[in-house]
């Protein structure tokens, strides 16, 4: 499955922001969907992730909150709905697919290219 991550940009703190991650190739409904971030000299860290069917979610303790991620199976794109963000939340996000849930990177098989965040102070 191809990933496209879209939707990243420069925002001030406390404003909001949608990413969307298209699919295509493989049937996108048989993955898990996750959401992770990388900011600068920092590790690749999880953000929230979503089962198959949508109705299982999972976030990391930073974002829970204040991040809500969904998916259109139908549409084949996944969203993280990012709300009052935080300078701390600049990075550059991804989303990613793999069969069945996890919130580690190495146990993802696809990823999209990225999309740049930046909050300002």
């Known amino acids: 499955v191809q990933l496209q991550a879209s939707g990243g940009g420069l925002v001030q703190a406390g404003d909001s922001l949608i990413l969307s991650c298209s699919a295509s190739?493989?049937?996108?409904?048989?993955?898990?969907v996750g959401w992770f971030r990388q900011a600068p000299g920092k590790e690749r860290e999880f953000v929230a992730a979503v089962r198959w069917y949508g109705s299982v979610t999972y976030y990391a303790d930073s974002v829970k909150g204040r991040f809500t991620i969904s998916r259109d199976n139908a549409k084949n794109t996944a969203y993280l709905q990012m709300n009052s963000l935080k300078p701390e939340d600049t990075a550059v996000y991804y989303c990613a697919a793999r069969f069945g849930y996890s919130n580690f990177a190495a146990d993802y098989d696809y990823w999209g290219q990225g999309t740049q965040v930046t909050v300002s102070s």
């Open positions: 190739g493989r049937t996108f409904g048989n993955f898990a």
